[in-house]
C-alpha cells in the first residue's frame, strides 16, 4: 500500500511528523509545511496513487466525500473569507510530491500572498 521514498507515505505511517486536520481509514489532511495561506491543508488518499491520471475511481470517491468536512473544518478554525481547492499533476504543473493531494487554500484578504 505504502510506496517506498514517498513523503507523503512517510507522513501517513507517522515517520514523519505533521499538523493533522482529518483522519480516517481513506484520507489523512494535515497542514501544508509551506502555509501559503494560513490553515493551508494538504488532503491525501492513505493509499498511494501517483496523480489524476492513474487516480482510481473510488479512491478519488473516498477522498472527495470528506472535502466538505475538512473545508469547513478549515473555515471554523481560521475564518477564510473564500477557499480555494488546488491539485497539480506532473513536474510541468507544479507537482513536487508525486501521491495525489489537494490543496486546500483559505483566503484571508489581498494580504495572503496568493494570487
Ligand atoms: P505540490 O507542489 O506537489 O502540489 O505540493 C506538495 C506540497 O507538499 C508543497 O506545498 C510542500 O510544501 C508540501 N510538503 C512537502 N514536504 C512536506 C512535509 O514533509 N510536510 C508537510 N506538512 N508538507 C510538505
Ligand atoms: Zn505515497
Not at 30 to 39: C, K, R
Amino acid at each position: 500500500m505504502s510506496h517506498e521514498n514517498c513523503i507523503f507515505c512517510s507522513i501517513i505511517q507517522g515517520d514523519i511528523p505533521s499538523a493533522k486536520v482529518f483522519e480516517n481509514d481513506d484520507v489523512y489532511a494535515f497542514l501544508d509545511l509551506s502555509q501559503v495561506t494560513e490553515g493551508h491543508t494538504l488532503v491525501i488518499p492513505k493509499k498511494h496513487e501517483e496523480d489524476i491520471f492513474s487516480l482510481q475511481p473510488e479512491t478519488a470517491a473516498s477522498l472527495f466525500r470528506h472535502v466538505p468536512e475538512i473545508a469547513n473544518a478549515i473555515d471554523k478554525t481560521f475564518s477564510p473569507k473564500g477557499l480555494n481547492v488546488v491539485n497539480n499533476n506532473r513536474e510541468y504543473a507544479g507537482q513536487s510530491v508525486f501521491h495525489y493531494h489537494l490543496h486546500l487554500l483559505p483566503r484571508h484578504g489581498d494580504e495572503d500572498g496568493f494570487a
